[in-house]
């Protein structure tokens, strides 16, 4: 008892806990996803790894027999610290057994979360699920924070800032043990205590359809921060929108909230029903019209290839409004979670209520990978090519729907709020520190250096970076950066480079890269189109940057065209990703690849000065590859006064060059400039592809 009076109560806090338990989680699930997708990406398949998604299903456990009366204490302490220990593993291991460690990691939260509900329902209500809204709210905001400092991917990943999750994990492990109620850890100990007089408890059992329906409206918050909010940049991706500003405008709504609920908590009193799902129906309506308005409708063109319609400040009026009104997702939580406890659920009601929840967790999850693989997933994939709005629609509507459950009195918080809302201060002083430290992260990470000398020769690197991901499956950001560093290109064409969405982490790869190159960047097509991803970084400004799609049968094709001048001379740059390789020896003879090649060409056209480059899938003498000789077109490596086949992955040791698919070819006005020409094929297995540098002195 002494130990324990000493060591753990004077430094416990509720807040502080559960606020890291939320971090880890959405740290947890996303490397979770990430991992099952980049073991079937290695194979362009849907294999066994994907039945371990089966571990977000873990709530079923609660409706075993044995649960019957509450959840142990015992049992909360376990199945915390095995959560803690494998986000602290997390970082340490490959692919494979990542998977396995951030599944238990997120078993173990499936489990915690509900029965963590359940444990609260005995309490104070209003208290409660006030304490709930800021203890999201903190842990969304240490999300974006890591994440801005990160350059998108989580600071707290990277090797030399482990330390930050080790102390984090401290801290949470210490105060599990105790969490539930500070004198249960004797309990553990082997001493009895008495519980809380059950009587002086106003029993309230609600209905489990009830139960049922609030379990949805949560798991749906917990889906909208996890799938966009806790990384503005999968939402600057969508759009072709200002990252800084986007992650200015989260950060500075959640923060407003907090000090809201922390300090005049009654204020929430003000907004009638009508207006608590006026304001969610306008949320999720300009959610939809945000990802809506920049989709385009592949299935319904008929002419190609199509430009992709200027980005106007029009386009970006329903985002900055979806951002500013954002903060009713946290307000809908503190609502929601208010009523569970008003409905005082039985351990079993909301286990079996939140395993029915994550199964629909699980399928929203899939839904918005099939978006991007839709053409890999036999029968149903067709059905998601371009409904990605489709997918936050329902996501929405499910959010909403359940406050329809919530009685009017349970949106009323009394004055007496703010008193018993202890930690008022420690909450300001976090999250003011999460906006500060987000706010100069991404306004300083964000800058461009300019280039003022001219680069002769022009180093142009191309680069296939398989999603962020290396041969083996692996995330490899940094490899792929040091990669691109030694090239110490002029111009850099990306392709597979899309990886700001679920399936890759939420993390962007082109602003990891660029954050350290302080290059300019165009990330070209947006994430919501379903395309390869293509992106352009250069030393110097890049203009009238667009992006053109071509007929495509199977995964969309785009191309990226724009003008980059260096000294004298302003160079026509197209970077392109065409579809599947297709063996011209081997029917069935698709020509989809010639006609998108084709396409290509038409667009190029007369121009002069002209750099294409990229991953095409043919290799030389195909058809495809002799339309473009013939345009006419030179292949850098064919007119090259030296060529290089340097490190590379290991499949491609024998098969350089004559069966290469990724090339950089120029225009025969720049092969005439040119007084020498280098390439090189390099990049060891830090991607599936070699990349390719050309050096061009003119």
């Known amino acids: 008892m002494e130990i324990y009076n000493k060591y753990f109560k004077k430094y416990y806090s509720e807040l502080i806990l559960i606020s890291i338990l939320f971090l880890f989680f959405f740290q947890l699930i996303s490397g979770f996803i990430e991992s099952i997708y980049a073991l079937n990406l290695i194979e362009v398949e849907l294999n066994e790894n ?73 309490g104070n209500e209003e208290k409660n699920s006030l304490l709930l809204g800021v203890e999201l709210s903190i842990g969304l905001g240490m999300s974006i924070l890591f994440r801005t400092l990160g350059s998108t991917l989580d600071l707290t990943y990277h090797f030399w800032f482990l330390w930050i999750s080790w102390i984090l994990a401290a801290v949470a492990g210490i105060m599990l ?110 959610l939809v019209l945000t990802i809506g308005i920049h989709q385009i409708p592949f299935l319904f063109i008929s002419s190609y290839p199509v430009y992709a319609p200027t980005t106007t400040f029009l386009h ?65 994939g067709p059905f998601f090519r371009d409904m990605i709005w489709f997918v936050f629609l329902v996501v929405g509507l499910v959010m909403i729907l359940p406050i329809l459950l919530v009685r009017k009195d349970s949106m009323l918080f009394s004055k007496q709020s703010r008193n018993k809302f202890k930690a008022k201060l420690k909450v300001s002083g976090l999250i003011l520190i999460m906006c500060i430290g987000t706010i100069l992260g991404v306004a300083l990470l964000e800058v461009i250096e300019k280039e003022d000398d001219i680069d002769n020769p022009i180093r142009i690197l191309s680069y296939n970076i398989q999603q962020g991901f290396d041969e083996n499956g692996d995330k490899n950001f940094e490899g792929q950066y040091e990669i691109i ?52 970084l250069s030393r110097y400004p890049i203009k009238n940057a667009k992006t053109f799609y071509m007929e495509s049968e199977g995964e969309q094709t785009a191309t990226i065209e724009a003008e980059i001048t260096i000294g004298a001379i302003t160079y026509n740059v197209f970077v392109t990703h065409l579809g599947n390789f297709i063996d011209p020896t081997i029917p069935p003879f698709d020509r989809s690849q010639i006609i998108q090649q084709e396409q290509l060409l038409e667009r190029i056209g007369a121009k002069t000065n002209v750099i294409l480059m990229g991953d095409f899938n043919f290799q030389p003498y195909t058809e495809q590859y002799n339309i473009t000789i013939v345009h006419p077109l030179d292949d850098c490596w064919q007119i090259a006064n030296s060529t290089l086949i340097g490190d590379v992955p290991n499949d491609w040791v024998t098969r350089l060059p004559a069966e ?35 050096s061009i002195s003119i």
């Not at 059950?198 to 379990?215: A, P, T």
């Not at 699980?362 to 149903?380: E, K, N, Q, R």
């Not at 790869?509 to 302080?518: A, D, F, G, K, P």
């Open 50 to 122: 994907i039945a371990s998604a089966l571990f977000l299903l873990s709530p079923i456990i609660l409706t075993m027999p044995i649960f019957k009366k509450e959840f142990p204490d015992r049992g909360f302490v376990i199945i915390g610290e095995i959560m803690v220990i494998c986000r602290i593993l997390d970082p340490l291991f490959n692919t494979q057994i990542k998977m396995v460690l951030t599944g238990i990691g997120v078993f173990c939260f499936m489990l915690f979360f509900p029965a963590y509900l359940q444990s609260k329902s005995k």
């Open 177 to 286: 043990i105790n969490f539930v109620n500070p004198d249960r850890i004797i309990k553990i100990f082997g001493e009895q205590i008495n519980s809380p007089n059950s009587s002086d408890i106003q029993e309230k059992k609600g209905s489990k359809w009830k139960i049922l329906g609030l379990s949805f409206g949560i798991t749906s918050i917990l889906v909208l921060i996890y799938f966009a909010f806790s990384s503005p940049v999968v939402i600057s991706r969508w759009t072709e929108g200002n990252y800084t500003a986007i992650s200015i405008v989260t950060i500075t709504a959640i923060t407003a909230l907090v000090f809201l609920i922390a300090f005049k908590p009654d204020i929430i009193n003000k907004i009638t029903f009508r207006g608590i799902l006026l304001w969610n129906g306008l949320f999720v309506l300009m």
């Open 316 to 380: 970006h009026i329903p985002l900055y409004i979806m951002l500013i009104l954002s903060p009713i997702i946290l307000i809908d939580f503190t609502l929601l979670t208010r009523e569970l406890f008003r409905s005082n659920p039985s351990v079993r009601k909301i286990g079996g209520s939140f395993f029915i929840s994550s199964i629909y967790l699980l399928l929203m999850i899939f839904s918005a990978v099939f978006t991007i693989v839709w053409d890999y997933v036999p029968y149903v």
């Open 485 to 536: 560093k030694k090239a110490n290109a002029s111009i850099i064409g990306l392709q597979e480079s899309d990886t700001c969405k679920i399936s890759s982490g939420n993390a962007d790869i082109v602003s990891y890269t660029n954050n350290r190159l302080r290059y300019y960047s165009y990330f070209g097509p947006k994430t919501v189109t379903g395309t390869f991803g293509i992106a352009l």
């Open 660 to 694: 290469r698919i990724d090339h950089v070819f120029i225009s025969p006005d720049l092969t005439t400039l040119s007084s020498y020409i280098e390439v090189t094929y390099f990049g060891g297995t830090a991607a599936d592809h070699p990349a390719v540098l050309t």
